[in-house]
């Protein structure tokens, strides 16, 4: 609203991203664009190097939607690169040196390429092979045996929560895990249903990651209707 701007560059993938500011007048001000050219000077572009590769399951098929990003240097924190339907991807912006990357996707044990050595140029990655991760699944029902649709699950172990799901339109739920921890299910209250593993921990069924067809029954909550009325009225 005041005018102001200035100059984003995007490089190609070996340099870094820069921004160039239309610099200060004698004054120490933000210079101002006159009429015809304006020189800027030179923009100093770090050199940066890219990685290239594809992400597949372990018979080869690729993963779409996974998450690649700098596991080991701080100057990078956030860079990262999503999986095409190829499975394929590309990140670029990495700084020379040795990093590390790692690979995450929902269903699928996170992984880490270590010992990369980056350069000014692209460099091509073997496959990186996901194995699937480890889960709990099986449906959410009331007590007259009705889908409970919506509802939220975590997983618990003495040492914490573990990862969370919501139940489907038929009550169904699945739990991926990083670990072969066995957890308990717990169910937070709601206004429809009552919780659910959650008061006494102590006497929850306990599932080993990789147990299908669990059952959990919410109880219905309890709830009071009643009327308002003027006392004169009625």
């Given at each position: 609203p005041d005018g102001w701007f200035s100059i984003v560059l995007a490089p190609p993938l070996w340099y870094a991203r820069a921004e160039a500011p239309l610099g200060e007048d004698a004054d120490g001000r933000p210079?101002?664009?006159?009429?015809?050219?304006?020189?800027?000077?030179d923009v100093l572009l770090r050199d940066r190097g890219a990685v290239d590769g594809r992400v597949v399951d372990e018979g080869g098929l690729p993963i779409a939607g996974a998450v690649i990003s700098v596991a080991s240097k701080s100057?990078?924190?956030g860079l990262q690169e999503v999986t095409d339907e190829h499975g394929r991807f590309v990140l670029g912006g990495l700084p020379e040196g040795k990093i590390g990357l790692?690979?995450?996707?929902?269903?699928?044990?996170?992984?880490?390429?270590?010992?990369?050595?980056?350069?000014?140029?692209?460099?091509?990655?073997?496959?990186?092979?996901?194995?699937?991760?480890?889960?709990?699944?099986g449906v959410v029902v009331d007590e007259a045996g009705s889908p409970a649709r919506g509802?939220?699950?975590?997983?618990?172990?003495?040492?914490?929560?573990?990862p969370a799901?919501?139940?489907?339109?038929?009550?169904?739920?699945?739990?991926?895990?990083?670990?072969?921890?066995?957890?308990?299910?717990?169910?937070?209250?709601?206004?429809?249903?009552?919780?659910?593993?959650?008061?006494?921990p102590e006497t929850a069924?306990?599932?080993?990651?990789?147990?299908?067809?669990?059952?959990?029954?919410?109880?219905?909550?309890t709830s009071v209707t009643f009327r308002v009325v003027d006392a004169a009225t009625h």
């Open positions: 210079r101002r664009l006159v009429a015809g050219d304006n020189d800027l000077g100057d990078v924190t790692r690979v995450v996707a929902d269903g699928w044990l996170a992984t880490n390429v270590n010992g990369m050595v980056i350069v000014r140029e692209t460099r091509h990655l073997d496959d990186v092979v996901l194995v699937r991760a480890p889960s709990i699944s509802v939220e699950l975590r997983a618990r172990t003495r040492g914490g929560f573990g799901a919501m139940s489907g339109e038929d009550g169904s739920f699945t739990l991926f895990f990083d670990s072969v921890a066995p957890h308990w299910i717990q169910v937070p209250a709601t206004e429809e249903y009552d919780s659910y593993g959650v008061l006494h069924t306990l599932f080993e990651p990789g147990t299908t067809g669990v059952r959990v029954v919410l109880r219905r909550a």
